[in-house]
């Protein structure tokens, strides 16, 4: 079964602006994963958030974390057309991964 | 470098007929293995994972089955296929302690007719 939730499940904006994307789970967790997919390919590692971190920053991506909500969001600042791909958040158990139902975003040029 | 390795890319089979995917994993040992399946437009769907050879957990009953005859291979497998079978199969790998993220094939498109 799913664990994470991302709304919106589709997001649309143009170049320059930022996308938002929301991740909800319900249990306890390790860390939480945001991951990248391109059409019809595998999915691309971005960014990790352990349990005991609110916030993290790389590049143009910043996530954080609410445990108390179990909740995260991933920013994407300044989009490009490039980051056009769906988005999804995955919560890391000691073996399992479960993934959520992802954000398709759309980066208009 | 790790590598992962899926095939085939795409696959058509009809109703009925059985199905094995390979997916493979260079430059590590003892990896944790992940088969995902993912309808059209929708997340993935845990189907296996494995810790260690021999060592299957099913998380979904269905007519899928998973194997690990090797550290490094890891094989989904169907005895007869149903239409509802078709997806997009995901293998992914990462390692088995510590901090760890996936790293995931390129995917398999399974069509059942």
């Known amino acids: 079964s799913q664990q994470g939730e991302e709304d919106p499940q589709a997001l649309s904006i143009q170049e320059g602006e930022n996308a938002t994307m929301n991740c909800s789970y319900k249990?306890?967790?390790?860390?939480l994963q945001w991951y990248r997919q391109n059409s019809g390919r595998g999915l691309v590692h971005l960014i990790l958030i352990r349990s005991n971190e609110r916030e993290k920053h790389s590049g143009r991506l910043r996530v954080t974390l609410d445990t108390s909500k179990k909740s995260s969001s991933l920013l994407i600042t300044a989009s490009r057309a490039a980051d056009t791909a769906s988005y999804f958040c995955a919560t890391d158990a000691e073996h399992d991964m479960r993934f959520g139902a992802g954000t398709r975003l759309t980066v208009k040029p | 470098s790790q590598t992962i390795h899926q095939w085939p890319a795409t696959l058509v089979q009809p109703v009925g007929s059985p199905l094995s995917l390979e997916c493979t994993v260079e430059?590590?040992?003892?990896?944790?293995l992940y088969w995902y399946r993912q309808a059209a437009g929708r997340g993935l769907q845990l189907l296996f994972y494995s810790v260690g050879i021999g060592q299957i957990s099913s998380e979904v009953p269905q007519n899928l089955s998973a194997s690990r005859p090797q550290d490094r291979q890891f094989i989904l497998s169907s005895k007869k296929l149903l239409l509802s079978d078709s997806g997009f199969y995901l293998c992914?790998?990462?390692?088995?302690?510590?901090?760890?993220?996936?790293?995931f094939g390129q995917g398999t498109r399974l069509t059942v007719v």
């Open positions: 992914a790998w990462r390692v088995g302690r510590g901090i760890r993220w996936a790293f």
């Open positions: 249990t306890s967790i390790n860390n």
């Open positions: 430059g590590t040992s003892n990896p944790n």
